[in-house]
């Protein structure tokens, strides 16, 4: 089994720039995910925001999490959970607005490192996409403005917890599925393991490294490059020790971008190849809400069965 993608991101700016993209550039063809280190982010914030979130899950969901389990008898059960997840969560919005100050529970300090974190990842999902740009062989920017609709993107942050499992051969931390939306940008726990992802028929470990920013592409990357980017299935396996912190803020573009495969991308697939669809955002999101843990390849077969119609109306 090939090894783990690691980038190290600041070799972009030096004479290892050639090296360093073509890492970039297999682990999406050949992984849909790689992990980052010296990617810009200051080692202080991050240990801010990991503290924070582990004492934000301490003092204010944890407690609501051994309720939950306890009333639903999931610490007895005795056959495989299929539709429920060891998790524990609350999602932040930035973009086009933000919601930070409404979200309940959150001391001021902690509302303020997240806007502060946000700012961090949004800028380095950007500049993430313009090296894709790059590689695709599309002009700088192309990604962004495709992206943006007529609002800008969609851009938020899910913050989960998975706490010890006493059955984690029966329910999954995180279900197996594939992310709808376009660049994920993942700050995990350095020491509790459990992210996989699906390569070649088998799950492998995404390792858990120290001031690490895991990157994994999205349904709509796969789209807009025509099938050459991969986004992949990944899932969270429960551990019995140990609570892990995952925060996975994911750039997505507007309700109301229109997604489409780059012309330029075209122009370089064979004959055969199949031409992926073109649809609204907004619209592939509703089909992703109930089919969120099954296959990507039904998702796309209905965009393009939608599609006819769409051309006719853009």
Known sequence: MATFPVVDLSLVNGEERVATLEKINDACENWGFFE????????ELLDIVEKMTKDHYKKTMEQRFKEMVA????????SEIHDLDWESTFFLRHLPSSNISEVPDLEED???????????LE?????????????????KGYLKKVFYGSKGPNFGTKVSNYPPCPKPDLIKGLRAHSDAGGIILLFQDD???GLQLLKDGDWVDVPPMHHSIVINLGDQIEVITNGK?????????AQSDGTRMSIASFYNPGDDAFISPAPAV??????????????????YMKLYSG????????RFEAMKAKESTLVATA
């Open 229 to 237: 980017y991969k986004s992949v299935m990944h899932r969270v396996i």
């Open 123 to 139: 800028k380095l999902a950007e500049k993430l996409l313009d090296l894709l740009c790059e590689n695709l062989g599309l002009e």
């Open 291 to 298: 089919l969120k843990f099954q296959a990507k390849e039904p």
């Open 191 to 193: 020491k509790v393991s």
């Open 266 to 283: 075209l122009e370089k697939k064979t004959e055969d190849a199949p031409t992926y669809p073109k649809f609204v955002f907004d619209d």
């Open 71 to 78: 009333a639903k008898g999931l610490d007895a059960v005795q």
């Open 110 to 120: 902690y509302r303020k490192t997240m806007k502060e974190f946000a700012v961090e």
């Open 36 to 43: 980052l280190v010296n990617h810009g982010i200051s080692t």
